[in-house]
């Protein structure tokens, strides 16, 4: 099973839709939690941390389930500058060591005009 | 703002070439790794290094070695480049923290 599982897609949405996109990891000791972006043929950039009570960025909202290993990432109001490819991140170690990082392989998003 | 730069794009090697692959950063950071990128198998880990001279193995450092002289400059080097070792190369850099800064990446082909 891989460390860090995630839907490929790719979700093709209209512009104004919300999408949503879960993650699963297989490592409980896991500790911390995170959502890059990285578009086409550009390198990855951290979109937002996910903490245990959830957190909200504008139209982007992350959750946590620790009882079930998953993260999400909801996207409101979508926008066609939103189109990219959303990396699911987690720290591996209980040690909070940012060089234990595991990178999921993305799931793609269009968002259509 | 922080800058990643890596030395190359695109990269054409022979199979059988020694490969060096150049990453400089601009913050000071302390932390420096090196990724490879595949389809379907996300951003797997090879070496990281937290200090000048000093390395640590990632997740699949065969055929691999990595060098630290400067805190700046982490290099990745291809002993013996193979077919396999096809792929996007993504360094990175962080302070300490879990925000990694990515270079533009170096899409190598080796034939």
């Known amino acids: 099973r891989k460390e860090v599982e995630q839907d490929p897609g790719p979700f093709n949405v209209p512009e104004g839709a919300t999408v949503a996109f879960n993650c699963t990891y297989s490592n409980s000791a896991s500790q911390s939690f995170f959502w890059y972006r990285q578009d086409c043929r550009k390198e990855p950039k951290l979109l937002m941390s996910?903490?245990?009570s959830g957190n909200e960025d504008g139209r982007f909202t992350a959750q946590l389930n620790r009882a079930s290993q998953y993260i999400s990432l909801l996207i409101r109001d979508s926008k066609l500058s939103d189109s990219a490819t959303y990396l699911c991140v987690v720290n591996r170690g209980s040690s909070g060591s940012a060089r234990q990082l595991t990178f999921g392989s993305g799931t793609q998003l269009t968002v259509l005009p | 703002d922080v800058k990643v730069t890596q030395s190359s794009r695109y990269l054409v090697k022979r199979t059988g070439e020694k490969v060096f692959l150049e990453c400089v950063q601009d913050?000071?950071?302390?932390?420096m790794f090196w990724y490879r990128q595949d389809p379907g198998l996300g951003l797997r880990l090879i070496y990281f290094?937290?200090?000048?001279?000093?390395?640590e193995k990632g997740d699949i450092p065969e055929g691999y070695s990595v060098s630290r002289e400067k805190k700046e400059r982490f290099s990745l080097i291809l002993e013996s480049a193979s077919t396999n070792q096809t792929s996007m190369y993504l360094c990175a850099s962080t302070l300490g923290g879990y925000e990694q800064y990515f270079g533009p990446g170096t899409r190598l082909t080796v034939t």
């Open positions: 996910v903490y245990s």
């Open positions: 290094s937290y200090d000048v001279k000093m390395k």
């Open positions: 913050m000071d950071h302390e932390n």
